[in-house]
């Protein structure tokens, strides 16, 4: 799971090592607009045709994730997020029903993932710093305590009251691991209510297209996770669909040569171990963005079989940037070359 940093760090991180880059031409047609800004400690870009109301669609969508971060966000001590972890080991906490909802579906991912997605990860807080100038080890024996309070089976959901409660005192809830996911499924969902049918949206290491730009598909680069800033190994055709990646260059430090980052394996609190990065293709953005974490958990072969399980297409870079993918995906993309087999440039 993402380990925490300060906001600012968080969204310097998200620019410095997004996997993804939009890579669409400019074919003769209808002009885009691009607008940007800033939300959910990252980055996001909304890329619509040039129509009269596409500033004012725009607006709202920026304003759609501002209220998705007070709603969700662990970090701010006013959201019901925070609440439900104040309250571990005390009582349950009455929350909204948006919130309870993807809540419920964190909880059937973490079952479908059998813990390698969990959102009670954030029992881990505090323990890395990735950005410190001398970066140091957790205390072993502190990690295991940690870990031992992330279980999403303990998490108690109560439908008829909507009540979350965490019967553990310590036990924390954290949502950066399908947030983002959520929230782009949400944008869309606005625009396409908004009449818009082609549009591009891209936040952190995900993005959702829909339609077309200007007839031909949306192209998502995937960044080679030991390449530089901007070296792709692959380019997707993206059309009605969401692509997420999860990486181990976006926040990280190196002892001895062993990398650690900020990839988590809930199951030990430890970084996840055998893989470099995960890309995950689904119709589902909410879906896409669990699942490139769980699968950077799993590694490779429990990562391909828990996609295909899922419907969803995987490509992933191992340890060594040995590249493999799904059928569907290796069909689809442009492979550009092969990842960078050595450690290349931090």
Same mark, same amino acid.
């Given at each position: 799971?993402?380990?925490?940093t ?24 209808? %002009?885009? #607009? =691009? ?46 997020l925070?609440?439900?972890?104040r ?12 919130? /309870? ?11 479908? &993932?059998?813990?390698?997605?969990d ?28 870990? #031992?309070?992330?279980? /999403?089976?303990?998490? #108690? ?5 909507? =009540?979350?409660f ?15 996911? /959520? ?6 969902a ?14 952190? *290491? ?9 007839? #031909? %598909? ?11 800033? *901007?070296?792709?190994?692959?380019r997707? %055709? ?8 999860? !990486? ?12 650690? $980052? ?5 199951? =030990?609190g430890?970084?996840?171990?055998g893989?470099?990065s995960?890309?995950?293709? $689904?119709?589902?953005? =909410? ?5 490139s &974490?769980?699968?950077?958990?799993? *590694? ?8 295909r ?6 490509? &992933?870079?191992? !340890? ?9 995906? !290796? ?11 050595? %450690?290349?440039?931090?």
């Open positions: 799971m993402p380990s925490p300060s906001p600012r760090a968080r969204h310097l991180a998200a620019i410095a090592g997004a996997a993804l880059v939009a890579a669409s031409c400019a074919p003769a047609g209808p %002009p885009f #607009r =691009t607008f940007s800004g800033e939300a959910m400690a990252t980055r996001w870009e909304i890329v619509l045709p040039e129509r009269a109301d596409a500033a004012a669609a725009a607006a709202r969508g920026f304003a759609r994730l501002e209220e998705l971060d007070l709603l969700l966000s662990e970090w701010k001590p006013s959201s019901p925070s609440a439900i972890n309250a571990a080991g005390v009582e349950p906490v009455a929350v909204p029903e948006e919130l /309870y909802r993807l809540l419920e579906r964190a909880l059937e991912l973490g079952r479908r &993932t059998d813990g390698a997605f959102v009670s990860w954030a029992a881990l807080w505090g323990l890395w710093d990735f950005r410190a100038a001398a970066p140091e080890l957790p205390d072993p024996g502190t990690l295991a305590a940690r870990a #031992r309070l992330v279980d /999403y089976r303990a998490v #108690r959901l109560d439908a008829a009251r909507r =009540t979350v965490l019967p553990r005192a310590g036990m924390k809830l954290g949502l950066g691991g399908i947030g983002k996911g /959520y929230a782009l499924d949400a944008v869309a606005m625009l396409e209510a908004d009449g818009f049918g082609d549009f591009l949206i891209v936040g952190g *290491g995900q993005v959702v297209a829909r339609g077309t730009r200007a007839g #031909r %598909p949306w192209r998502v680069g995937l960044r080679d996770p030991r390449g530089g800033r *901007g070296e792709y190994f692959a997707v %055709p993206l059309g009605d669909a969401s692509l997420s990646t999860t !990486a181990d260059n976006e926040s990280f430090f190196e002892i001895d040569g062993v990398r650690f $980052h900020h990839v988590l394996d809930p199951r =030990t430890w970084p996840s171990r893989l470099r995960a890309s995950v293709l $689904h119709a589902d953005a =909410t879906l896409a963005d669990a699942l &974490t769980a699968v950077m958990v799993l *590694g490779r072969e429990r990562g391909l079989a828990l996609a399980e899922l419907g969803a297409e995987v490509a &992933t870079v191992d !340890a060594a940037g040995v590249l493999e993918a799904s059928a569907g995906l !290796a069909a689809r993309w442009q492979l550009l070359r092969l990842p960078r087999r050595g %450690p290349g440039p931090p």
